[in-house]
């Protein structure tokens, strides 16, 4: 490895992707949208839930119990029925999500001591609020049953991520899959420009050498990496409100070793692919398909099967949505995150080992 | 060199298979110190895969190859490191400008910084792009992309240097000043290795190897290949040009014609003679002599004295009316001081010109002349800034819906649509030109016969040869028997003697009454032509036939095309008259 010739690529790569203005705008602009987009839009939150209200029992009892669903703040009355006809109508068209049957007698059985049957129906074709939404429910309406005759409470203290505001979780772990999704598409379109235009056959008959062309691309496109680390978190902490409990160097580190494995895995792919377009599409492939599904980002790792739960390991987005959410949301440091920062390490360096040995300087 | 080998590039029965085939086999090749050796061939004869080969950059499947006394596949990086190779087609950072491209050439190549700026003063000053050292590449001309190309591959003084088609899609006037900066390298000692299919430049060569199916089935100097041809040919000046083709028929020793307004070539086997029934026949239409061969007739006869098949001439169908357009307009065309700008360079600048119907019109001119935008502005598909249009007798402007019918538009790139078959493409374009479904029956029977493609339709477009591509093209054009027919650079790439094919089919649509505009970059196809115009920075600078537009200048008559264009270039640039052979 010459480093004069490694200069002359860097060099060379820079002004192109200088020249590229549209290209560094899409670069810089299309992390911050999906950030922007997955941060508002993935909300596990139970918030303003359109409920529907079939009131057959008309009392003072049954009006307060409808008071305490709209006044939790998480559910808003859209609709007053007065038959289950409509009730199923409702639910049918999605006017509303939860349905809160009051029977007639409602009060009277109240007033009597007895158990007063209520019913909630939950709309469940999308079963991950429809669980949250069924369990606010029950939470209100027992807390409602329990006025009359106080019992055991149980308090809850959620560690973390105290008042369970998901943007705060789902933030930190977008960090792993945007870096995931972008610098590789970047890179990997880089190299396969040049085969399309030919350019590439200069490049295999010259003294270049695979690791000193790879090496040349993996600087600019790392450093515009990095400013997407860069945006990205100062967006994640002064928009969102993100609480930092870490340490920012720590995490900026950090990133910047996963950056550049996965501008290494964007060169890997272009290694292999000979045109734009087929480079694109397997990027997308092996990058961010798997950082939304087997990152933990989402759906958490503990929950699934064992092999897929090793499969997951094979994905370096796992190991830096680890160290993102530990330095973020625990205030993490190096004793507890360094086998992470290691295991990212070495799967940078074996990623641009393996796309040095793929790169082949033939034509065929 | 290493290990003191004589040859700088010794071969020993190289070949290389892609697939089940193979694109080069059993090649035996030496090229010593100093030589400057040419490949020649048809298309997809393996020249290209030879030189990447020989570069170093594919690794042979049989047989070895040695480079500057280095083996290709096992020091495969000596090699690369030392040579110049120059691959078909614009290979250079477009983003980035003229010094700047070879300043990366520079640096990766090692030159040393202190001898850099000498060397890039003289190569650019050579080049003649000392003018333009802050433009990016992508906004030079073709020509001088080529040449600055060549810089970046001299910039390293290398002793061998391999070039793949350098000057294929350049003006005649960059081709002169390529050639100029290699016979200045060469005269350092270096060994220059090309591929071709311009036999001007063939013949600049030490020695030529001929390749056809990957083999290499001629080596000489090119007065020995020559000599192969000698007494095969026969040139006739015939009355009537119809008379040439029935006494051609039955006649098997008969490789090849070329077809010119002045006169007929006939290549016969060189084995066995112009037979007597056969000189019987041609002299009826007119005297018949031998002629000396040029470099292309010899790659006719080499070409065909190694073919197995019977040679496929373009087939003469049944009822040749259907060559006459469905229009018969009374002028081809016809501009008043078109003009076109982008921003604020004049594309085309007041073009006025008119073609008869049924003639050829050939536009000659440099990258960038304006050939191009002006065949866009007379299609209608590029609104014009100023001026008017009239071809086949519609006015060109929005809406010409008629205008589309009556015209057929071959691109550079021959549109078409690579992943289907010949087949399906013919059907696209009669459906595309709205041709009711028997007619496109009918239409794509004849089109696929006239342009020799039966037997092809099944075929996919991409594992076509370019000459196959470009009759296709041809074919696909022809199929709504338009009345005035547009070629861009019809024959960029493609080997003489399909050259000779495509030019006897556009003149015998010609005869039947088709109007032909076409723009080539090989000059000697302005023979096959009626008139010619010459375009030189948007404008036209001189039309007419070749005699009138030879007899406008004054002094000595310029012997070849090529220095007539150059001619008039030079008479534009000085400024000295404005035009010539009576059209402006």
């Given at each position: 490895m010459k480093p004069a010739r490694i200069a002359a690529v860097v060099a060379k790569e820079t002004k192109e992707i200088a020249r590229d203005p549209v290209t560094v705008a899409v670069a810089l602009l299309m992390p911050l949208v999906m950030l922007f987009l997955f941060g508002y839009a993935i909300s596990l939150d139970v918030e303003n839930v359109a409920m529907g209200v079939l009131d057959q029992d008309r009392s003072p009892a049954s009006r307060r119990l409808v008071d305490r669903f709209v006044g939790?703040?998480?559910?808003?009355?859209?609709a007053d029925y007065a038959t289950t006809h409509e009730v199923e109508d409702g639910l049918q068209r999605s006017a509303v999500e939860l349905v809160l049957v009051v029977p007639p007698g409602f009060q009277r059985t109240i007033a009597q001591g007895g158990t007063a049957p209520v019913q909630v129906l939950v709309d469940?074709?999308?079963?991950a609020t429809a669980n949250l939404v069924a369990a606010y429910a029950q939470a209100i309406v027992s807390d409602f049953a329990g006025d009359s005759a106080p019992r055991v409470r149980v308090e809850t203290r959620v560690w973390y991520n105290p008042s369970l505001r998901s943007v705060t979780y789902v933030v930190p772990g977008l960090f792993g899959v945007i870096l995931m999704a972008f610098p590789p598409l970047l890179t990997a379109l880089a190299i396969a420009r040049e085969k399309e235009t030919g350019s590439i056959q200069q490049i295999f008959a010259s003294p270049l050498t695979p690791a000193e062309f790879l090496a040349g691309k993996l600087v600019p496109y790392g450093l515009i990496a990095f400013a997407q680390i860069a945006m990205v978190i100062a967006v994640g902490f002064l928009?969102?409100?993100?609480?930092?409990?870490?340490n920012l160097l720590l995490l900026a580190a950090a990133g910047l070793v996963y950056v550049f494995c996965t501008v290494g895995i964007g060169l890997l792919v272009s290694t292999i692919t000979s045109s734009q377009l087929v480079a694109m599409l397997l990027a997308l492939i092996v990058t961010l398909m798997p950082s939304f599904l087997?990152?933990?980002?989402?759906?958490?790792?503990?929950?699934?099967?064992y092999l897929l739960q090793l499969y997951t390991?094979?994905?370096?987005t796992r190991y830096f949505v680890d160290l993102s959410r530990g330095i973020v949301?625990?205030?993490?440091?190096l004793p507890e995150l360094w086998p992470s920062v290691a295991l990212l390490l070495a799967y940078t360096v074996v990623v641009f080992a393996l796309a040095a040995w793929r790169f082949r300087k033939k034509v065929a | 060199m290493a290990g003191g080998d004589e040859y700088v590039i010794q071969a020993e029965a190289a070949g290389r298979r892609f697939g089940d085939s193979?694109?080069?086999?059993e090649v035996d090749l030496r090229v010593g110190p100093g030589e400057i050796v040419g490949f020649v061939g048809p298309?997809?004869?393996?020249k290209t895969t030879l030189l990447q080969m020989l570069a170093a950059i594919l690794d042979p499947s049989a047989g070895r190859c040695r480079v500057l006394g280095f083996d290709?596949?096992?020091?495969a990086s000596k090699i690369t490191a030392r040579i110049g190779y120059m691959p078909q087609g614009f290979t250079l950072y477009?983003?980035?400008?003229v010094v700047e491209n070879l300043a990366f050439a520079a640096r990766v190549r090692a030159v040393p910084a202190s001898q850099f700026p000498e060397r890039r003063r003289r190569l650019l000053e050579m080049a003649g792009l000392l003018p333009f050292l802050?433009?990016?590449?992508?906004?030079?001309?073709g020509g001088m992309r080529k040449k600055l190309a060549l810089c970046t591959n001299l910039v390293h003084e290398p002793p061998l240097l391999l070039l793949d088609?350098?000057?294929?899609?350049?003006?005649p006037l960059s081709r002169r000043e390529l050639w100029r900066m290699l016979e200045d390298f060469r005269r350092s000692g270096a060994t220059i290795v090309f591929a071709t299919s311009y036999m001007d430049e063939a013949e600049r060569c030490d020695r030529l190897a001929f390749l056809d199916r990957g083999r290499i089935v001629a080596q000489g100097t090119p007065g020995e290949l020559c000599a192969r041809a000698e007494g095969a040919i026969f040139r006739l000046q015939p009355a009537?040009?119809?008379?040439v083709e029935d006494a051609l028929?039955?006649?098997?020793?008969?490789?090849g014609v070329q077809w010119r307004p002045t006169e007929v070539r006939v290549a016969v086997d060189p084995r066995a003679g112009l037979s007597q029934s056969l000189r019987r026949r041609l002299e009826r239409l007119g005297p018949v002599e031998a002629s000396p061969p040029s470099m292309e007739d010899v790659f006719v006869v080499l070409r065909q004295a190694d073919?197995?098949?019977?040679?496929?001439?373009?087939s003469e169908p049944a009822g040749?009316?259907?060559?006459?357009?469905?229009h018969r307009p009374a002028v081809g065309i016809e501009t008043r001081s078109l003009t076109r700008r982008f921003g604020g360079f004049?594309?085309?600048?007041?073009v006025s010109l008119r073609v008869n119907a049924g003639e050829i019109f050939a536009l000659l001119g440099a990258?960038?002349?304006g050939k191009t935008t002006l065949i866009r502005l007379l299609c209608g598909l590029l609104p014009a800034s100023s001026g008017s249009a009239r071809v086949a007798d519609v006015e060109v402007g929005p809406g010409a819906g008629r205008l589309r019918r009556r015209i057929g538009y071959m691109s550079q790139r021959f549109s078409?649509?690579?992943?289907?078959?010949v087949g399906e493409n013919l059907d696209f374009f009669a459906s595309a030109y709205e041709l009711p479904r028997r007619e496109a029956r009918d239409a794509i029977a004849w089109a696929v016969a006239t342009t020799g493609l039966?037997?092809?339709?099944?075929?996919?477009?991409?594992?076509?040869s370019g000459a196959q591509r470009q009759r296709l093209a041809l074919a696909c054009s022809l199929l709504h028997r338009p009345a005035v027919l547009f070629l861009d650079?019809?024959?960029?790439?493609?080997?003489p003697l399909a050259r000779f094919r495509f030019w006897r089919l556009v003149g015998r649509l010609s005869a039947s009454g088709t109007t032909v505009v076409v723009t080539t970059h090989?000059?000697?196809?302005?023979?096959?032509?009626h008139r010619l115009g010459l375009m030189h920075e948007g404008r036209l600078i001189a039309a007419g036939d070749l005699p009138s537009l030879r007899a406008a200048l004054p002094g000595r008559p310029p012997a070849t095309v090529e220095e007539l264009f150059l001619a008039y270039i030079e008479r534009a640039r000085t400024g000295v008259g404005a035009a010539a052979g009576g059209q402006r």
């Open positions: 939790s703040g998480y559910f808003r009355l859209a469940g074709t999308y079963s928009w969102f409100g993100v609480p930092l409990r870490g087997f990152s933990g980002f989402l759906f958490p790792i503990f929950t699934m099967p390991r094979v994905f370096p949301l625990k205030g993490a440091a | 193979w694109a080069v086999r298309d997809g004869a393996g290709t596949v096992r020091q477009e983003r980035l400008t802050d433009r990016a590449e992508g906004a030079l001309s088609e350098p000057g294929l899609g350049v003006d009537m040009p119809a008379g028929t039955d006649a098997p020793e008969v490789l073919d197995v098949e019977a040679p496929t001439l373009v040749s009316s259907r060559l006459a357009p469905r004049l594309a085309v600048d007041d990258n960038g002349a078409l649509y690579p992943d289907l078959t039966a037997g092809t339709e099944r075929r996919i477009v991409a594992r076509l650079e019809p024959t960029s790439g493609v080997d090989y000059l000697e196809e302005a023979a096959y032509c």
